[in-house]
């Protein structure tokens, strides 16, 4: 297999994990296409990270600076509907590790937050390297490809799909040394990125919340059994 034709496969099935391995089971002959600012897990500079992955990425399409691939990661996830204690949390959590390189997936809530607070970021998109989604996102979206890094899997306009974003959430905990999560429900996408941390040996911190607040019982939860919680040392009011 060479990397003109994971690029093919990729672009031909939509990024879609699952299609493209197929195809390079079969070494399916597929008329490729031109294709800037792209990694290839043939690449040189693809992310060593990414092999310890029970699914590395095939096919990586980034805008930005690629040199903030290169260690230093500390990813930062939490709900959408995010509570101002959360917000305030994660904003003074990445004020306090100004020189780590903040990884989230720019959802709208803790995501958001954690890139426009960053020093320096990497975003991790659940569709199409060139779709701008969630549109809310637009002007932060921009600014991390000018500023940061975007990486996604995902091709061109590729729609955001729901299995999208569990499966993008592998990613983000991948390329982090620790994980922090800001706040969370028991079914919800940021759990799907804690057990991928778990999986890979990341260590998992948590913000408490007060026992009486419903937006925290998940968080609290996770610390009984054995989070690491976040603490005030690491927060910059």
């Not at 693809?46 to 690629?66: A, H």
């Not at 408490?208 to 609290?220: C, L, M, S």
Request: proline share 5%.
């Amino acid at each position: 297999m060479n990397r003109e034709q994971l690029i093919a496969y990729s672009f031909y099935y939509g990024g879609e994990y699952d299609k493209i391995y197929q195809a390079v089971k079969k070494d399916m002959p597929i008329k490729g296409r031109k294709a800037e600012n792209v990694l290839t897990i043939l690449d040189r500079d693809y992310p060593k990270c990414f092999y310890d992955l029970k699914y590395p990425p095939f096919v990586l399409y980034y805008e930005g600076d690629l040199s903030l691939l290169k260690g230093g990661h500390l990813g930062i996830v939490g709900s959408r509907k995010a509570s101002p204690y959360a917000l305030k949390a994660t904003a003074g959590l990445c004020a306090h590790y100004k020189d780590k390189i903040i990884v989230s997936g720019l959802a709208a809530g803790i995501d958001a937050c954690a890139h426009a607070h960053a020093s320096k970021t990497v975003g991790i998109l659940g569709c199409g390297i060139e779709r701008i989604y969630p549109y809310s996102n637009k002007d932060l979206i921009e600014k991390v490809k000018k500023e940061g890094l975007v990486l996604s899997e995902y091709p061109g306009h590729a729609p955001p799909l729901g299995h999208h974003f569990p499966f993008r959430n592998r990613l983000i905990a991948a390329l982090s040394e620790k994980v922090y999560i800001m706040q969370s429900k028991a079914a919800s996408g940021t759990m799907t990125t804690l057990n991928e941390a778990l999986e890979l040996g990341r260590e998992v911190h948590v913000l408490p919340y007060d026992i009486f607040d419903q937006d925290g019982h998940n968080n609290n939860q996770l610390i009984y059994e054995g989070a690491i919680p976040v603490l005030h040392q690491e927060i910059a009011f």
